[in-house]
């Protein structure tokens, strides 16, 4: 009797199944009310009584591992034959998830967008810079206050080298390698030594134009930015110029949209006067022209440049510049579009 439920211990373990029906054969030919497993009951009934218990606890030991050879192979080739029939191509896809834009991304496309479908084409340039591209050639006097360490960073202590604080170092790239006409849109981030709170951040996003042609006027880019903001804030929006000052432009000027929240009336966002500051902008500096190459008796340009974190804040209302860059998933996953 203990040999025969040794064979049979030996074979249940060497049972094979490629699918769930031969499996559930496997269980019928050994498990089953006349099963080989269970015909050892009527013969155990004929052991000596001093054998019956070590025969008994055999038995239950191959019962046991029989019924568990059996679902380990039931569930071996039920897996098998779910990865088999891959080129079932009527069967439901799996649920795919898709991961959404950033906010800044999507920000910054439709920005481009816009800028594209009046010809601008893209540019870029290094985050890393020298003094030059981002200072000196864009007209800053040697003692302008920009250049402090307050506001830029330094890469290991070079005086030269440092990380841009703008993206008008693409405008200096650009106007040094190409002849006008030109016109860019130059995205890119850039970074200012800065104390990080939920207004502030080291490091933020920019977008750059710069327009540059015979004749080109102030019109052309009070005209241009007019399209841009009704563009990108809708058909309603007013702009407004306010002069400023940057040493890379004569004349300046800061762009104000009418608000996106109230349309002008006044509200917590503007702060009660209906308008909202978006961006940086001007005439190129017939002497960053000269210091670049171009000749500023025959050319002329306009600039502007903008934040795109503050640009976002406005659809988005982030309350926290914080936000942009913590890459928490709840925050990233608010955000879809077409772009
Ligand atoms: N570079 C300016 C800034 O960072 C923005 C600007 C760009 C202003 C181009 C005028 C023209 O604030």
Redesign the pocket.
Known sequence: MLDKIKKLLEEINALSATTPEEAEALRIKYLSKKGEITALMTDFRSVPAELKKEVGMRINELKNRAAERINELKAAAAIKEDTDDELDLSRTAYPLHLGSRHPLSLVKNEIVDIFSRLGFTLAEGPEVEDDWHVYSSLNFADDHPARDMQDTFFVEAHPDIILR????SV?ARVMETTQPPIRVICPGR?YRNEAVSARAHCFFH?I?GLYIDKNVSFQDLKQVMLIFAQELFGPETQIRLRPSF?P??EP?AEMDVSCTICGGKGCSMCKGSGWLEI????MVDPAVLESNGIDSSVYSGY????GIERIANLKYQVRDLRMFSENDKRFLEEFTSAY
Request: glycine share 16%; with cysteine; aromatic share 16%.
């Open positions: 604080s703008h993206t008008s405008q850039v920019q750059e940057f890379f432009t300046s961006l940086g902008c001007g600039a502007f440049g903008m």
